[in-house]
């Protein structure tokens, strides 16, 4: 149970550490100089880190079975990270800017799903979009 309920609470608590640090990111800093430090950390952590999480690869070995997908994970880091960052400092409040990204989000990536990952899609899933969707239109209003 511990296996399967932790890494939801590492996200979850992850993304609280995150919007707070995003939201109190100074304004008048350039967003690029605090993604370069946000980097950097994230890259010594994950060299620190890679020493404790035992595999039957050592961590070079796993570079010669990386593809295209830690590239444009890269990529689109650098887009959440600057998309965030600005919309803090654009005026949207912590505790709706994240919600309503992350309800589109969950929006458009049902058909993603279901296409591509032959993932199932229920009525009650249905039912549970049209609650995020009028949500949205309250949230927003």
């Known amino acids: 149970m511990f296996l399967y309920v932790f890494p939801i609470v590492l ?14 990111t100074p304004q008048n800093v350039n967003p690029f100089s605090a993604l370069l430090i946000t980097y950097l950390t994230a890259a010594i952590l994950t060299v620190v880190a890679s020493q404790f999480y035992k595999t039957d690869k050592r961590f070079l070995e796993s570079f ?8 444009a994970l890269g990529v689109t880091i650098v887009g959440l990270e600057l998309g965030y960052l600005l919309a803090y400092r654009v005026g ?5 800017g994240s919600l309503v990204a992350n309800i589109i989000l969950a929006i458009m990536l049902i058909p993603i799903g279901i296409l591509f990952f032959k ?23």
């Open 11 to 24: 996200i979850v608590v992850s993304n609280i550490v995150y919007h707070v640090c995003q939201k109190s």
């Open 92 to 96: 949207w409040n912590i505790n709706v």
């Open 119 to 141: 993932e199932g899609f229920a009525l009650n899933q249905i039912i549970g979009v049209v609650f995020c969707v009028l949500g949205l239109i309250l949230i927003n209003k």
């Open 64 to 71: 010669n079975e990386l593809n295209w997908t830690s590239v």
